[in-house]
C-alpha cells in the first residue's frame, strides 16, 4: 500500500501554506486531488505527488 499525506504534509513538502495547496488545486487543475477518507479526512498519495512533480519539472524543462 502507497504512502499517504495530510495536508500539514503536503504543505511541508513543498514549503507553503495549506492555503496555497487548495488554491492550487483550485487554479492548476494538474494537481493532485486529494483522496477522501469516509469519515471525511482529506489524504494526498505520495506517489501522485512525486508523479505531478516530474511532470511540472519536464514542463518547465521545456519551457527554458
Do not use: C, N
Amino acid at each position: 500500500m502507497g504512502q499517504f499525506l495530510p495536508i500539514d504534509g503536503v504543505a511541508a513538502r513543498y514549503a507553503t501554506s495549506k492555503h496555497s495547496i487548495y488554491r492550487w488545486i483550485r487554479e492548476q487543475r494538474e494537481f493532485p486531488l486529494p483522496i477522501v477518507l469516509p469519515s471525511g479526512i482529506k489524504r494526498w498519495a505520495v506517489a501522485e505527488l512525486v508523479e505531478w512533480e516530474s511532470r511540472s519539472r519536464a514542463s518547465a524543462d521545456d519551457l527554458a
